[in-house]
């Protein structure tokens, strides 16, 4: 099975209050964080991280990682320079890239930390998964609503948890034709194109 996620933050005791994140202390955090995602993922489950695991360092980095399952991919966020510090064990990640374009089952899904405007695909079905911005959950709702197929993948978006690539299919299989003013083939009409 394939997982998203983004902006855990490990060890940020900040990001408690900042976010409103209902833990009283970061190893309170930390710990249900752990226990959410080996909850969801397997050992043979592929998981992309899509930035901000932990801005505490390669120490940190590497204490987290060695507790998650899975087959780890990262999408490098603005949080994630422990990846190019020595002490940082590059094992830990299949693969680390600031940018991925993932096909499943014929449909493209853009991988990026931070909210894009335009993506590649975007008019001919193609998801973005992003995280960065911390949403609530009802920006997800908002983004399908208007036929935006912009995803927060960010645990704050995600009841704390990586979320799957079938409920990602599931979420959006309510609005699988953008609104007609989004629909590629009204604006070549409209335009003459």
């Known amino acids: ?3 998203f996620t ?16 209902p833990f009283q202390t970061v190893e ?8 959410n995602w080996n909850r969801r993922v397997s050992p043979e489950d592929e998981i992309f991280i899509l930035g901000d695991l932990t801005l ?4 940190k980095a590497n204490a987290v990682l060695e507790q998650l399952q899975g087959r780890k991919y990262l999408v490098r966020g603005n949080h994630d320079g422990y990846v190019e510090r020595a002490a ?18 014929g449909r493209r899904f853009i991988l990026c930390h931070y909210p894009l405007l335009s993506w590649n695909g ?19 709702e908002e983004n399908r609503k208007t036929g935006l197929a912009r995803l927060d993948v960010g645990v704050d978006a995600q009841n704390m948890a990586p979320i799957s690539l079938e409920e990602l299919l599931a979420f959006w299989k309510a609005q699988e034709q953008p609104p007609d003013c989004l629909n590629p083939t009204r604006r070549e009409k409209s335009y003459g194109l």
Do not use: T
């Not at 983004?6 to 994140?21: C, K, M, P, Q, T």
């Not at 309170?28 to 226990?35: F, K, R, T, Y």
């Not at 505490?56 to 120490?59: D, L, Q, R, S």
């Not at 940082?88 to 089952?105: I, N, T």
């Open 122 to 140: 975007m008019w001919r079905g193609a998801v973005h998964l992003h995280g960065h911005q911390h949403n609530p959950p009802c920006y997800n």
């Open 28 to 35: 309170e955090m930390d710990g249900a964080l752990i226990q």
């Open 88 to 105: 940082f064990c590059q094992a830990h990640f299949q693969w680390v890239k600031d940018y991925y374009e993932l096909v499943y089952q």
């Open 6 to 21: 983004a902006d855990l933050h490990f060890g940020h005791s900040n990001v408690i209050s900042y976010e409103n994140r």
């Open 56 to 59: 505490k360092g390669p120490e």
């Open 1 to 3: 099975m394939i997982y």
